[in-house]
């Protein structure tokens, strides 16, 4: 089982001409609403991946979180440890995506994730589980996800994204660290290390976290820095329609790989193909592929 403790949004989606610089207006060229957060994002691909998925979260009591929660449901993710509250809106993302590049800013207005995790009880984590966390919860309930995690004996996994400052000593307690490039920067001058190699930087990160350290670099792939040493995985060639999604995709995809014994390059391979395909078709959650779709997609 892997549980995945994190966002659930209804993303609002506006395709754009082109990104607008501060104070300029932009036309739009397409709109569209669909789930996500990267928490639901990631328990999706975990699922997709062909994974039993369980989603802990909290959504408002509104008509936000039926949509917000509608393909989990469809996947036949576990939603017992999601938490409908009366007071909270559904957290939703504000997305404006370039029709030409696919490059993308996003707006995150949390609501009731704000208040992910005040318990322990939605947490049911067992010796040999995996437990797969992000940014976009408070600090407190990551911290205590992955201290709950580390007592029960399961496999923690952290995306430090989107990153902001605690995430240097929250990735001190997690097995797994995932980075994409700005953040991976961004915890290394944090903790101060100095600058070096990709690979030198990553084994010394791994080292000081005790950790194992997963870089995502898009169109360049990914590298992780283990105990059993470096490995890396190519990304496939493709022309990208909208990045939403993609490194959530990765995520859940590199957790479903590693849970079925897959070692770091296999892993990694996969996470990266499912990935590329998440960058093919547009929105997070309805953009992310099926098991079959990534194992016939070969780099």
Known sequence: ??????????????????????????????????????????????????????????????????????????????????????????????????????????????????????????????????????????????????????????????????????AAELARHADVVIANETEFAALTGEIGLADDSIDAQMARLAAELKAAIVLTLGADGAFAATADGMARAASPAIEPVDTVGAGDTFCGYLAAARAEGKDWPEALDLACRAGALACLTEGAQPSIPDRARVDAFKA
């Open 1 to 166: 089982m892997i549980t995945i403790a994190g966002s659930i949004n209804l993303d609002l989606v506006a395709r754009v001409d082109h990104l607008p610089a501060p104070g300029e207006t932009v036309s739009g060229v397409g709109y569209a609403e669909a789930p996500g957060g990267k928490g639901a994002n990631q328990a999706l691909a975990a699922r997709r991946a062909g994974h039993e998925v369980r989603m802990a979260g909290c959504t408002g009591d509104d008509a936000n979180a039926d949509a917000a929660l509608s393909l989990l449901d469809g996947a036949s993710v576990d939603l017992s440890a999601v938490r409908r509250l009366a007071e909270e809106p559904t957290g939703v993302a504000l997305i404006l995506v370039d029709a030409e590049t696919g490059e993308n800013q996003i707006a995150v207005v949390p609501g009731a994730n704000a208040r992910v995790l005040e318990g322990t009880d939605d947490l049911i984590l067992s010796a040999g589980n995996a437990l797969l966390l992000q940014m976009e919860i408070p600090d407190t309930a990551v911290a205590r996800a992955l201290e709950a995690a580390r007592a029960a004996g399961a496999v923690s996994y952290l995306n430090i994204a989107p990153f902001r400052p605690a």
